[in-house]
């Protein structure tokens, strides 16, 4: 997963997310990032994860209102496009 947000210089956020393959959630990965602007990368699971149909994404911040981004990849070991 990659994220980013803007907010107020110094401001954090935690984010976290948990895919849904068929009809089970498991898995997932999260972290705090910095309000910066800048792309942040956060590991997936561990393993495979087949026939993902969903993600559950939630962010949390205190402070100012600010924006936040969010982008899955797959394979999660793949690079990332320049």
Not at 16 to 32: C, F, L, N, T, V
Not at 45 to 64: E, F, M, R
Not at 70 to 81: G, H, Q, V, Y
């Amino acid at each position: 997963m990659v994220v980013g947000c803007f907010a107020a210089p110094g401001e954090t956020a935690v984010v976290g997310w948990i895919p849904r393959s068929d009809s089970s959630w498991a898995g997932g990965s999260g972290g705090e990032i910095p309000c910066n602007g800048e792309l942040v990368t956060i590991a997936g699971s561990s393993g495979s994860q087949p026939a993902v149909n969903a993600i559950d994404l939630s962010v949390t911040w205190d402070g100012a209102p600010g924006y936040f981004y969010a982008a899955f990849f797959e394979p999660s070991d793949s690079a990332l496009p320049e």
